[in-house]
């Protein structure tokens, strides 16, 4: 795909190789060969658990236990649970994207500090709807993203409710569902490269995912900011659990971390500063390098994908110089 982002420049790369966004991004220890267990333990605690993959688990149970319907109640389609669920979850991905996005945008309660690059949002710009980036990606975020998120989640319930997939009971299976748990986070990102593969043909790409793209410099909201089509192709990664015979709460899980881990991947800063000495992991500098140069890190760092199919930008400058040779020769070659 030819970008629209021909003049490189190195404004995102610069403040990339920031050490606070930690520039080489390099492979996880889990690919390393010959293996290396202790870094690899290391590195699922610090990059899949904690802190936001453990809050995700917390949050999944008390959604499911006191926020969600009896699976009973879903046996049939009705407005009122599915409405219910629609309600929750935007609710649910506001608590993370709002006070996100006023601390850094509104506030801007730390400045540039771990910022990733240097723009800030467009308040007024004609590419986006209402004419403003932020109320264009809350209107795609809820009115889309919460809504075929949630028509997927209660397709899902819908199936368990009535049998047609046996329901995993933790009192029988507490190893399954713990493993499939942790698994739930792979098979997110897994799904999410492929799909996004997908998204930059061409032909998607123009009638969808430029959509998403129009955020050079996302925000929290950003997130799921898509088009409908890219929605429905996001949130089909919950037909796994059409096959894998789960509990619930790993269906809330797998929605939670679809719907609203974006929020942080997206919130344009590597990390979150309140006061001095609270500093929270929450941009993603591997995904923002795609925002910015299009045909680099279509996957996530933990699945690695990039670094088998030779799309891995790890933010240095020797990253930069082979894209942008590469880019030459493509142009070249046009
Ligand atoms: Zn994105
Ligand atoms: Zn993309």
């Known amino acids: 795909m030819t970008s629209s982002n021909d003049t490189i420049d190195t404004e995102v790369y610069s403040s990339v190789a920031m050490p606070d966004a930690g520039a080489p991004i390099e492979v996880p220890p889990l690919y390393a060969w010959p293996p290396k267990p202790v870094a690899t333990l290391k590195w699922i605690w610090s990059g899949v658990l904690f802190p936001w993959g453990l809050v995700f688990i917390g949050l999944a149970f008390l959604t499911w236990f006191l926020l969600s319907p009896s699976l009973q109640s879903m046996q049939v389609f009705e407005w009122d649970w599915i409405a219910g669920i629609w309600i929750r979850n935007v609710a649910l991905l506001t608590l993370f994207a709002a006070p996100l996005h006023w601390w850094l945008y509104v506030r801007r309660g730390q400045g540039v500090t771990t910022k990733l690059n240097s723009q800030w949002q467009a308040k007024t710009s004609s590419k986006f709807l209402f004419k403003s980036q932020l109320k264009d990606n809350m209107f795609w975020s809820i009115a889309s993203g919460c809504t075929i998120w949630t028509l997927f989640e209660c397709m899902t319930y819908w199936i368990y409710a009535n049998g047609y997939i046996d329901v995993v009971h933790w009192v029988d299976s507490k190893i399954y569902l713990l493993l499939l748990g ?56 919950f037909c796994i659990f059409w096959v894998v015979p789960a509990h619930p709460v790993l269906i809330v899980l797998l ?65 930069q110089n082979a894209f942008r040779e590469r880019r030459r020769k493509e142009l070249l070659s046009d």
């Open 182 to 237: 942790f698994l739930t986070f792979f098979l997110s990102w897994t799904h999410f490269y492929f799909v996004h593969r997908l998204l930059h043909w061409p032909l998607l790409y123009r009638v969808a995912h430029v959509l998403h793209h129009r955020n050079t410099s996302p925000q929290p909201w950003s997130g799921i900011s898509m088009h409908p089509i890219e929605h429905l192709l996001y949130f089909s990664v």
């Open 255 to 319: 929605g939670l971390f679809q719907g609203i881990s974006p929020a942080l991947s997206h919130a344009g800063f590597a990390q979150i500063n309140v006061g001095q000495h609270l500093n929270i992991p929450s941009g993603d500098p591997f995904h923002q390098l795609h925002h910015k140069y299009y045909e680099v890190n279509y996957g996530n760092r933990a699945t690695a994908f990039d670094k088998l199919f030779g799309s891995w930008h790890d933010g240095t400058i020797e990253a």
